[in-house]
């Protein structure tokens, strides 16, 4: 009896050549890579003292492309942003993606919505909402007696 030694880092084993070339193929070129690559941009959410901040990652767009409302308690970040098709270019692989999206949130009752302020800048839309007055930390010293 031959024991043959099993090695998971070898692409194709004796038992079945080219089987986990077809995987890797269909896994890493077709309908998941796609999907993972048009999901809705990353996110982040702070908060000081003073305001929320919003930071959304969003690059290849520009700050027209992008359209910020709030009704009532929900602010909504989306763009209708398509992309160029190039004439006369073939591509063996492409993997750049815009697409349009929307996302929303639900705003705290603490955030002030009338000084809302929004920039673009290097592929990130940053957002700040201020605090309204009464839900600011206040903060003293308190004296020991």
Do not use: C, W
């Amino acid at each position: 009896m031959t024991l043959v030694k099993f090695n998971p880092e070898k692409k194709n084993n004796a038992l079945l050549p080219g089987f986990n070339d077809i995987f890797e193929s269909v896994l890493g070129d077709t309908f998941f890579t796609e999907r993972r690559m048009n999901s809705v941009p990353a996110v982040n959410i702070s908060e000081s003292s003073e305001a929320y901040q919003i930071e959304l990652a969003a690059p290849g767009l520009k700050k027209e492309d992008f359209k910020v409302s709030i009704e009532r308690d929900m602010l909504t970040i989306s763009t209708q942003h398509q992309e160029q098709t190039a004439e006369g270019k073939t591509y063996n692989r492409k993997e750049f993606s815009f697409s349009a999206f929307t996302r929303a949130f639900t705003l705290p009752e603490s955030a002030d919505t009338e000084k809302i302020r929004a920039s673009y800048n290097q592929g990130i839309l940053k957002l700040e909402l201020p605090k309204k007055e009464e839900a600011k930390a206040v903060s003293r010293q308190i004296e020991i007696q």
